[in-house]
């Protein structure tokens, strides 16, 4: 029996794509961009676990439920933020609202994590280091020790429940037509109310639907919730 001088190589089989190791910052990663994608509402543990090609056990080697999550979410946001100037007690209002503009930039930044914020008491390291910054500055303008606590739960309340409502509101895909359009309808409407029952709200159907970018009206709060705080400093 003669056999033949070549042998055909047997094709190889495709090699397998390796996965990367999964870790709790690319758990964070698909669950932002989950967020992105379908609003907080679309993030649960089964749904990052698809996103990652994985099953749902192996999330829980690293994040305990949703509840931490919510937490590590957070936690992404506060990283943004810098403390790099030192506090200077002479300027102390100014660089609280610096501070609240960043917590603002951040949570736009990532959208969708205002609403894992809410309701929330933040406790990883990052968002401790925010509340240690901004307990600085409001003892550099002589807050009292219950003020400057109270103060640390305030502030966040309001940047973020302004995040989410910029959150609620761009999930409607208005543009900029739409939204001038919405906001001359409720000035006429105010405006026409009768007068003898809302004399206020018809003199001041201007004022009231003004700033409708946010930033102004931001740009208020943090000025009334500053001016609010100093004006509880000690002497």
């Known amino acids: 029996m003669t056999h033949s001088p070549w042998q055909p ?15 709790r910052d690319r758990i964070v990663d698909a669950a932002l961009e989950l967020l992105r994608k379908e609003g907080y509402d679309g993030v649960s543990m089964r749904k990052v676990a698809q996103e990652l090609r994985t099953g749902p056990a192996s999330l829980y080697a690293h994040v305990a439920n949703k509840r931490e999550l919510d937490q590590l979410l957070v936690e992404r946001a506060n990283a943004e933020l810098s403390f790099d100037e030192p506090v200077d ?28 914020a809410i309701g929330a008491v933040p406790t990883g390291e990052r968002a401790l280091q925010t509340t240690e910054r901004m307990l600085t500055l409001l ?6 020790d219950q003020a400057a606590a109270w103060a640390v739960d305030l502030i966040p309340l309001y940047v973020t429940a302004v995040a989410f409502e910029e959150t609620v509101q761009s999930a409607s895909d208005w543009t900029l037509d739409d939204v001038e359009a919405f906001v001359e309808g409720l000035r006429t409407y105010l405006a026409g109310q009768p007068v003898d029952r809302f004399p206020l709200i018809v003199a001041l159907a201007g004022p009231l639907t003004s700033g409708a970018s946010g930033d102004e009206r931001f740009e208020f709060g943090i000025s009334v919730i500053t001016a609010g705080l100093a004006a509880l400093a000690q002497p």
């Open 89 to 116: 007690p002479a300027r102390w209002q100014e660089q609280l609202k610096d501070l609240m503009r960043a917590m603002l930039a951040a949570m736009r930044a990532n959208p969708g994590v205002a609403r894992a």
């Open 9 to 23: 190589i047997t094709p190889a089989k495709p090699a397998r794509e390796r996965k990367a190791p999964l870790t």
């Open 139 to 144: 003892k550099a303008g002589n807050l009292p």
